[in-house]
Each structure stands twice: as C-alpha cells, then as structure tokens.
C-alpha cells in the first residue's frame, strides 16, 4: 500500500485537466483602422532614434528629464502601486501552491496520567490510572484532489490579477509622468506670461512718465496720466495673481517628486516650449500600448476563472491524507518496527442541498465577469475618444498659435502708430492705452496657446499609453 501512494498521487494529478466553468477568451473589439486627422497635423513615423521608455525626453528638456527620474525614485504614490505588486504575487504563489501537497511534520513528547475513575467499558475489567510517557514522531501529507478545476480556476484568477497590478503599476507611471510634465509645462508657460507683464510693465512705466512730462509742460491733461496709471497698476496686479498659480504648480511638482512643498524651488526660465512630433500608429496599438487596457483585460480573465471557481462548488472536494509516523512509550523503542504507525485514506464531501447558496455564487461571479467584460469595452472607448480630442486639439491649437503670432504682429504695429499720433498731437492718449492693451492681451494669449500646445502634446502621449506594452506582461 505504501508503494502505491506516488501511483495514486500521479493519477489525482493528471485528472485536474478537467476545469469547471468557461475558459477564458478575450472579447473582440471593434477598432477603426485609422485616425482621423486635421491640418496642419504632422504625424511621425516611430523611429529607433525616438525615445521610447523615458517619454518624456522627446521634449528636449534637461530639467524635466531630472525630475521624471526623481519622481520614479521618490513618488509615494508609485511606492503604493510597487506594494500592491507584491501582494498581488504573494497572492499568486499562495494559490499556484494549492497545486501541491502539502507535507508536515509533527512531533510529541508528553508524561500523562489516565483517570482511574473514568467511566467503565466493561463491569469485570476494573481502571487503573497508569503514569506513562508518550513519545511520537509523524510525517503528514494533504492534498486536494483538483478533479474539478477549482484549484486549477484559482490560480488562473491569482496569476491574472498579479497581471492587472502590474498593469496598474506601469499606468501609475504614466499618469505620474503625465501628471508631472503637465503641472511643469503649466509652470514654464507662466514663467513666459509673467515676462510678458514683465515687459509691458517696462513700457507703461515709460509711457507714464512720457504723460507726466507732457502734462508738466501744459500739452496734456492731467487725464492722460490718470490713465497710464491705471492701466499700469492693472498689470502690476496681474503679477500678483500669476505668481500665485506659480507657486501653486510649483508645490505641486514638488508633491510629484517626494519633496516638502516648503523645501522645493524651481528658478524662473525662459525655454523654448515646442511640441514634438508623436508617432501615432494604428488604433489596434492601443489595446497593446494602453496599460489600463490591458489592467481591465486582465480584470476580464480574473472574473472569468471565478465563475469556475464558484461552478466548482456544485462537485465532490475530494482529499488525499496519508500519514506515517512511530509511537512509543519510550525513546529507546521509538524507532523499532513494532512502534510503525500509518494511515492511508481519502475523504470526499459533497454538498446535497444548501438552499441555492452555490447557484446563487455563480450567478454573482458570472456578473462580474461581465461587469468587467463592460468595463474593458468602455476603457476602449475612452482611450480612442483621449486620442481624437489629442489629435484634433493638437491640430486646432496650431493653428490658432500661428494666429496668434500674426497678431502679435500688428499689435506692435498699431502701438508704435498710436505713439507716433499721440507725440504729433493728432491722437488721443486713450489710443495709445488701448494699443498697449491690446498688444499686452495677445502676448499673453501666444503663451497661453503655447503653453496648451506643450500639455495637449502631454496628454497625446499619455492617451497613445507613452512607450508601453503589453508584453511587458509576459515577464510578470
């Protein structure tokens, strides 16, 4: 009997091919096969020579790059997507070992004495308490019979799920870089508008003092100073108010890189903000490229092997519990044949009638599989709908950009007539405030528009799923 043990074991495993509930298949999806795209679009083509795991370096910028690599180092909020990674396999080696026996080995050592006044068994035979020593020593295996599959649909579940969490972890990295791009792009864009106050300022002052001297010498009244004052007391209040978005992006990025807020400065700089070109591919890219399109499809497989774990509850659980052991009164004979013990057995349970409990467990995994099933289809949707409005935005913002720099053009024009009038005396000095004006207001609009250009290019990026593929999950 004992050397049939390993004979019966491989029989119990072979018989797990057999799994209830449906085997997993990813659901179809209806993908366009191009996008559509506006003037002045221009799309590249993916090149070797792009950068592709740190997206962010196709931006051209040494700053940004340090703190994408201080955010990957320091950020907490990645650190708790990593955590739950590791859980995620824990969880998977924890269920994958439902696959073997389980093997333990006890021990016992003891004195004891038996009650002489326990009930009788037999009137004739009288009790004794007897003193004796018990010494044992046992080797015990257990093992479920998968016959049914619910070991098997277990770790199909635990394994997808350690998949979706790294799938989560790469699209905390997305988000993070998308996030921490956007908030810098936000802040540099506010650096250039606070230059362009920065200069304007320069010349109010110099009109105001231009005023001053005309109505010091009788030409002008003193109207023409209330205004110049005004409008540049107005500007000087707006300095106010961009600073103070600036700092608020400012603690911002330094939350993103793991830095106290009150511990982190970035120097205002003037660069030159310009887009790269994104390679965009084909819409079927991105149920490879998208890791939160690949986290819900790992969700799908998950839910799916559920439904096999709850439909294996209506058969037998069957167990394998052999054990070999000695027990002896004393340590000396521990180990003689007589002192052998061992059983061999197996145990089956099955459950007759539980008033639709198991029904009604399958019926729920079936509803999440397909909750998840929806899920993983409108993930799809949105991806494709973030890339159009990428693309169309991207193209709109272009052009109202070059629009923009035309009238910045004739800005400038207008203002150097109306000064020109208004020193000959064939204009009022409310021209030459409506000119400034009007050239402060489209500068500040060109950096606007750059500055929506830079985070549109940001959320292209993130919408495409940056340099990120599914088979990444492959070495899971």
């Known amino acids: 009997m004992t050397r049939s043990m390993p004979a019966a074991l491989t029989a119990a495993l072979l018989l797990t091919a057999c799994a209830a509930g449906p085997d997993y298949r990813k ?88 009650s002489a006044d326990r009930p009788l068994t037999n009137y004739n035979s009288p009790n004794y308490g007897p003193v004796q020593n018990d010494f044992a020593l046992g080797l015990n295996v257990s093992y479920e019979v998968d016959l049914f599959g619910r070991v098997q649909r277990n770790v199909e579940s635990a394994h997808a799920s350690a998949q979706q969490s ?26 250039v508008e606070l230059d362009v106050l920065a200069r304007s300022i320069a010349l109010q ?34 300095v106010d108010v961009l600073r103070k978005q600036r700092a608020q992006f400012e603690h911002a990025i330094a939350t993103l890189v793991g830095v106290p807020a ?20 084909v819409p079927s890219d991105l149920l490879e490229r998208r890791p939160d399109i690949a986290s819900a499809e790992r969700a799908m497989a998950a839910a799916n092997a559920q439904i096999g774990v709850a439909d294996a509850a209506f058969y037998p659980s069957i167990m394998l519990a052999p054990s070999y052991g000695v027990d002896s009164r004393g340590i000396a004979t521990l180990f003689n044949a007589p002192s052998v013990l061992w059983s061999l057995g197996v145990s089956a349970t099955q459950t007759l009638f539980d008033g639709g409990r198991i029904r009604a467990g399958v019926d729920f995994a079936k509803g999440g599989y397909q909750a998840a099933v929806a899920t993983y289809r409108r ?56 000119a400034q004006q009007s050239l402060l207001n489209n500068e500040r609009q060109a950096a606007q528009l ?25 070495s899971k």
Not at 39 to 59: H, T
């Open 27 to 114: 659901p179809a999806i209806d993908m366009p096969v191009a996008w559509q795209v506006d003037a002045p679009w221009r799309q590249s083509a993916p090149g070797d020579e792009q950068a592709k795991g740190a997206w962010w370096e196709r931006f051209g910028d040494a700053q940004l790059n340090a703190l994408q690599q201080q955010a990957l180092q320091d950020n907490q909020t990645l650190a708790i997507a990593s955590a739950r990674l590791l859980q995620a396999r824990a969880s998977g080696n924890a269920a994958l070992a439902g696959m073997f026996p389980q093997v333990g080995l006890g021990t016992r050592a003891s004195r004891f004495k038996i």
């Open 166 to 191: 790294a799938a989560d972890l790469e699209n905390t990295r997305l988000l993070l870089g998308a996030d921490l791009a956007s908030n810098y792009f936000n802040l540099r864009e506010l650096d």
């Open 205 to 238: 002052r110099q009109a105001l003092e231009l005023a001053t001297s005309r109505h010091d010498l009788g030409a002008t009244s003193g109207l023409d100073v209330a205004q110049q004052q005004a409008l540049l007391d107005s500007t000087l209040t707006q």
């Open 262 to 281: 009150p511990q982190f400065a970035l120097a205002p700089a003037l660069l030159p903000m310009q887009p790269p070109a994104v390679p965009l591919g």
């Open 379 to 434: 993930t799809v949707l949105t991806a494709m709908q973030e890339v159009e409005d990428g693309i169309t935005g991207i193209a709109a913002l272009e052009r109202a950009y070059t629009q923009a720099q035309a009238a910045i053009l004739s800005s400038q024009r207008v203002l150097d007539l109306a000064n020109s009038r208004y020193e000959g005396g064939v204009a009022t000095y409310l021209d030459v405030i409506t």
């Open 450 to 474: 750059m500055g929506q250009r830079m985070l549109s290019s940001v959320f292209l990026v993130k919408a495409l799923g940056g340099d990120w593929a599914d088979s990444k999950l492959a």
